[in-house]
């Protein structure tokens, strides 16, 4: 069974870059074929998606934060990352890594971690 | 602003029928791309409850169904339970963007 879990910071100033790391057992990144993807809650609901990295270090990131984002993986430690720079108090959320096989859907996600950006 | 449309809440009566609708449009559920919907009870993550429109996952029981027609998908759930008091989601495609739909509370009353 595949299991994630995130980890970083949980405070933020504005201005600052934020970097979560998530880390996978169950299962080889490299070898599970499946999409890393981070997902983020915002207060009061909604979910976006952010983007995903695959095992060969190919990338997809939402347009809507593209000029911030930058994801990494490292497969031999089975573990990707997310860094976003420039956060802004918009960038409060729960921050959430998952990972799907193509387009079946989000089977597998970390608990999730709040990060508060305030001054 | 979600790029899916659901409604913010819904509710029944413990062993009533609730269906949650999740409205898209021709770049996504419209282009034929399946729709998924979790399950979410505060502070915890999203479960996948119904994946490629209407299948469900092993363990998920058959009062959850699934459809989608055009560009739209419906979630459906008979026998309404108390632990069913939850967030809905669904999620579909934009080509290789992931979107979701806003969200929708269920309240069993």
């Known amino acids: 069974q595949v299991q994630l879990q995130e980890s970083g910071p949980g405070l933020l100033k504005p201005s600052q870059t934020l970097s979560l790391t998530c880390s996978v057992s169950?299962?080889?990144?490299?070898?599970?074929?499946?999409?890393c993807s981070w997902i983020r809650q915002y207060p009061g609901k909604g979910l976006e998606w952010i983007g995903y990295?695959?095992?060969?270090?190919?990338?997809f990131y939402n347009p809507s934060l593209k000029s911030r984002v930058a994801m990494s993986v490292d497969t031999s430690k089975n573990f990707f990352s997310l860094e976003v720079t420039s956060v802004t108090i918009a960038d409060t959320a729960v921050y959430f890594c998952?990972?799907?096989?193509?387009?079946?859907?989000?089977?597998?996600w970390g608990p999730g971690i709040l990060v508060t950006v305030s001054s | 602003q979600s790029v899916l449309t659901q409604p913010p809440s819904v509710s029944g009566a413990p062993g009533q029928r609730v269906t949650i609708s999740c409205i898209g449009n021709?770049?996504?559920?419209?282009?034929?791309?399946?729709v998924h919907w979790y399950q979410q009870f505060p502070g915890t993550a999203p479960k996948l409850l119904i994946y490629?429109?209407?299948n469900r996952p092993s363990g998920v029981p058959d009062r959850f169904s699934g459809s989608k027609s055009g560009t739209s998908a419906s979630l459906t759930i008979t026998g309404l339970q108390a632990d069913d008091e939850a967030d809905y989601y669904c999620q579909s495609y934009d080509n290789r963007l992931r979107v979701f739909g806003g969200g929708t509370t269920l309240t069993v009353l």
């Open positions: 998952a990972t799907d096989v193509g387009y079946d859907g989000f089977d597998h």
């Open positions: 990295i695959y095992h060969s270090g190919i990338t």
């Open positions: 169950g299962d080889s990144i490299r070898s599970g074929g499946f999409f």
């Open positions: 021709n770049s996504n559920i419209g282009s034929g791309f399946d």
């Open positions: 490629g429109n209407s």
